[in-house]
């Protein structure tokens, strides 16, 4: 089974400038998830998706960042105008639902290493 | 709100020493609670977790067990290997789905030869 797959792995950028960062889910995983980790800080969430829905999006930062999942499959997260804070590591996660008992196979990809100078 | 709170690394470590990375959590009901892994150059794996109080999650020789009173989750290792150089983060959920982690700042472990 493929696991959770993210790319670009690493992306340096203007300050500015915009990137997008994909991600693909394991497949039939209704629950997608954007993580982020700065400057060598704790792990910090940023948005849920169920299917194409987004759940909760209290995390993101502000409104340079937009996240999609058209269709319920894979999922972008662009951000526009890219600032130097946002350098760091973004991850992503999916999971599926089992009936009456919550979330499983909670699975992390790789994360995509973004430098923004 | 939640949060987690490990002890502050790097942490450095000569092959077969004992190891313990501190976590403790803040938290409103009962979370689940988590240690991840993440090896040089790959993405963050689940290690152990736990899902009530008292309970112990175990894993590669890696234990942790769920300290309510305590509010800690503190991870344990007997003998270190060179492969287990990584950085380890604490993490719990949220009580009612579980769907969004919160995670402690991350500890580097050098394991040395």
């Known amino acids: 089974e493929a696991g959770v797959t993210q790319f670009p792995s690493h992306s340096v950028i203007e300050k500015g400038q915009t990137v997008t960062l994909r991600c693909d889910p394991i497949?039939?995983?209704?629950?997608l998830y954007w993580y982020r980790r700065v400057m060598g800080k704790e792990i910090k969430f940023l948005l849920h998706?169920?299917?194409?829905?987004?759940?909760?999006e209290s995390g993101m930062p502000n409104n340079r960042f937009l996240a999609e999942r058209t269709g319920g499959t894979y999922s972008t997260l662009k951000v526009q105008p890219a600032e130097l804070e946002d350098s760091g590591v973004y991850f992503c996660?999916?999971?599926?639902?089992?009936?009456?008992?919550?979330?499983?196979?909670?699975?992390f990809g790789s994360g995509t290493r973004l430098t923004v100078v | 709100g939640n949060s987690v709170t490990q002890m502050e690394g790097p942490v450095t470590l000569s092959e077969e020493a004992f190891l313990t990375i501190n976590c403790t959590y803040t938290?409103?009901?009962?979370?689940?609670l988590f240690w991840y892994v993440q090896y040089p150059g790959e993405g963050l794996q689940l290690l152990l977790k736990?899902?009530?109080?008292?309970d112990k999650g175990s894993n590669k020789g890696f234990e942790a067990t769920y300290r309510k009173e305590t509010t800690s989750f503190h991870l344990e290792k007997g003998s270190v290997q060179v492969s287990d150089s990584a950085v380890y983060f604490c993490?719990?959920?949220?009580?009612?789905?579980?769907?969004?982690?919160?995670f402690g700042e991350g500890t580097q472990l050098t394991v040395n030869p």
């Open positions: 996660a999916s999971s599926y639902y089992y009936p009456g008992q919550g979330p499983h196979g909670y699975t």
């Open positions: 497949s039939g995983h209704d629950n």
């Open positions: 998706f169920v299917k194409e829905s987004k759940q909760d």
């Open positions: 938290a409103t009901g009962y979370p689940s």
């Open positions: 736990a899902t009530k109080a008292d």
């Open positions: 993490a719990l959920d949220r009580e009612t789905s579980g769907s969004r982690l919160t």
